[in-house]
């Protein structure tokens, strides 16, 4: 290039999408999930142009829902684009899911002009005030020198220490700002130098010490994992942790397929026996939360001695275990392996504790196959539910990502469905979120594009975000959606008589929808596949045709409106 025409190339102006899109590109980020509209629509095309991936939704929520997942499964902050105003307020769904689960996500919203804040602007709303609550670092590019250092600071702090949701305000005359490539580039390399390294703590080699010597002089040990483990990808420690001690282990539901729930020293199908009697818990990635009833009696021990493994130290301060080891999971785990290696120690077989996690893991299992065994017509939730937990353990490795909400149907499925591999199971999560199922379903197709990936859904939770299966369809994503169609929350109206008074008692019930709703046919409206099915054959056949055609699908399952019970398993709090 000749002398004049690099100068020229290199004062030649770019504006603030522009320059947002390269920062993105620059510091990692592949892929970004959203709903266009002013004033970031030209930062959405020119990511694209660039070599960003830019999934385009309907609803922002479930963008949202989807980046905080793709957060999840691929270690990289997803980043969601709203637009102002409204925008911004549906993408705090996804922004606070992400937040709450420990997952990293960034939020980027476009908002108005400064100069014409605080005088009714178009969408205008304070969003850095507005997203504190839902993020732990949100900021605001003031002025187009700006933008580069923030995408940097907002993609680096959501994955540092504990993962979590972070917020980039975008104003619309920054955006509309322009600057010179070369000023650009300058700015580039400074935030990339700028990059914020966070270390944590070394853990004191005595502390590991403790948590072998706990570990060792337990009668009845228990190892109790969870999604953070999953995200810190310690499988592989922890089955080498788990099979030279012998040690039982207990996963949370989306611990489960870390070690494979058929594994022999599985204690799930034993939960109560073994959180009820275990004397130590080496507890890693899994917060003593309403998902573990806070690491309390009755459901616990009142004797207990808790070994937390959390990347945060306020977490770990705030649930007062018995030994806190901070740091990631997967590093806090090798230091242990070592440690043992040197100085083994395995239960064994015929350790009483062992053998009596095993005999109650068997002794459920047997009760639970004698419903499964049966074919239920009109379905309930076990018959339907069981041919499904066929079908996806015929499909081998890659074992695919099952995406589960509902009360009723996740309850279930959590039970039946059997999780081999690792972070291939999608729920409510630490929320108990409904509406995640179709974000997560595009975040998991996008992020492993080798796995098929199939949502167990409840028909209530499916509805929540129901015409993202145009998005399915528009990408042409290998997802099957499974809706149990019990014709509402929980199913049909479920009132005693005398409930059923007052001026608007001719109302359907508040849980009630349109029975029989022909869901598959929304699938079908926008190009898809839809199946009906009410019995086992028509099931197995709509679950083989849609597996090996790796398609969008909605297989559309009747279930008896009164086979479930009210809020799933958890009636008391309802």
């Known amino acids: 290039m000749a002398g004049s025409e690099l100068q020229n190339s290199q004062n030649a102006q770019i504006d603030g999408n522009t320059l947002a899109a390269k920062s993105l590109l620059r510091f990692g980020a592949t892929h970004m999930f959203g709903v266009v509209g002013i004033p970031i629509t030209y930062l959405a095309n020119r990511a694209v142009q660039l070599g960003v991936r830019f999934i385009a939704f309907h609803n922002e929520q479930s963008a949202g829902y989807a980046a905080s997942a793709y957060g999840y499964l691929t270690g990289k902050p997803g ?22 689960n420990t997952w990293p996500i960034v939020m980027i919203s476009g908002s108005c002009d400064q100069k014409d804040f605080g005088r009714g602007d178009f969408q205008e709303l304070d969003q850095v005030e507005a997203v504190k609550p839902f993020s732990k670092f949100a900021v605001k590019a003031k002025d187009i020198t ?11 702090r959501a994955v540092s220490g504990r993962p979590g949701g972070c917020y980039l305000d975008l104003p619309a005359d920054v955006l509309h700002q322009t600057i010179s490539v070369s000023e650009a580039e300058k700015l580039l390399k400074e935030a990339e130098s700028a990059k914020e390294t966070v270390t944590q703590g070394g853990i004191v080699n005595s502390d590991i010490d403790k948590a072998v010597s706990l570990l060792k002089e337990a009668k009845k040990p228990l190892i109790v994992f969870g999604k953070g483990a999953a995200y ?12 030279s001690t012998g040690i039982p282990f207990l996963p949370t539901p989306m611990g489960k397929g870390l070690l494979p729930d058929t594994h022999s020293l599985a204690a799930t199908a034993a939960r109560s026996l073994a959180i009820g009697q275990c004397d130590v818990a080496l507890v890693v990635g899994a917060r003593l939360n309403w998902l573990l009833h806070f690491g309390e009696p009755p459901k616990w021990s009142k004797d207990v001695k808790f070994v937390l493994v959390d990347v945060c130290k306020e977490e770990i301060e705030l649930r007062k275990p018995h030994l806190g080891l901070v740091g990631d999971a997967k590093k806090v785990l090798e230091m242990i392996n070592k440690e043992i290696k040197d100085e083994p120690f395995c239960l064994g077989k015929n350790h009483p504790w062992v053998e009596a996690i095993w005999k109650k893991t068997k002794d459920n299992v047997l009760k639970m196959e004698v419903q499964l065994v049966k074919d239920v017509v009109p379905f309930n939730f076990m018959t339907p539910m069981r041919i499904i937990r066929d079908a996806i353990l015929g499909v081998g490795s890659p ?23 690792p972070r291939c199971r999608l729920d409510a999560g630490t929320w108990g979120t409904m509406g995640v199922g179709l974000g997560y379903c595009i975040a998991a197709a996008i992020a492993c594009p080798e796995r098929l990936v199939v949502a167990v859904e409840g028909d209530s939770g499916f509805g929540f975000s129901a015409v993202e ?36 008692k001719d109302d ?27 019995t086992p054959d028509e099931l197995k056949s709509a679950l083989s045709e ?21 809020s799933g398993r958890m009636q008391h709090k309802n």
Do not use: W
């Open 232 to 243: 810190a990808r310690a499988e592989g420690e922890l089955k080498k942790l788990v099979e």
């Open 146 to 156: 700006e933008v580069p250092k923030c995408v940097a600071q907002v993609l680096e």
């Open 399 to 421: 074992a695919p990502i099952l995406v589960s909400e509902g009360a009723n149907t996740m309850d279930v499925g959590r039970a039946v469905l059997v999780q081999t591999e």
């Open 546 to 566: 849609s597996f090996a055609a790796r398609k969008p699908a909605v297989i559309n399952v009747i279930i008896d409106p009164y086979a479930g019970a009210e």
């Open 469 to 504: 299966v145009e998005t399915l369809v528009r990408y042409q994503l290998p997802v099957v959606v499974i809706v149990f169609n019990n014709g509402g929350v929980y199913g049909g109206d479920r009132r005693n008589p005398e409930e059923i008074a007052g001026p608007f």
């Open 79 to 100: 980043v969601l684009l709203t637009v102002s105003g409204p925008g911004c307020v549906h993408g705090l769904a996804g922004l606070s899911n992400g937040m709450i």
């Open 508 to 534: 359907p019930a508040p849980t009630s929808f349109v029975p029989g709703a022909a869901y598959h046919k929304l699938m079908e409206a926008f190009g898809g596949k839809g199946y009906l099915v009410g």
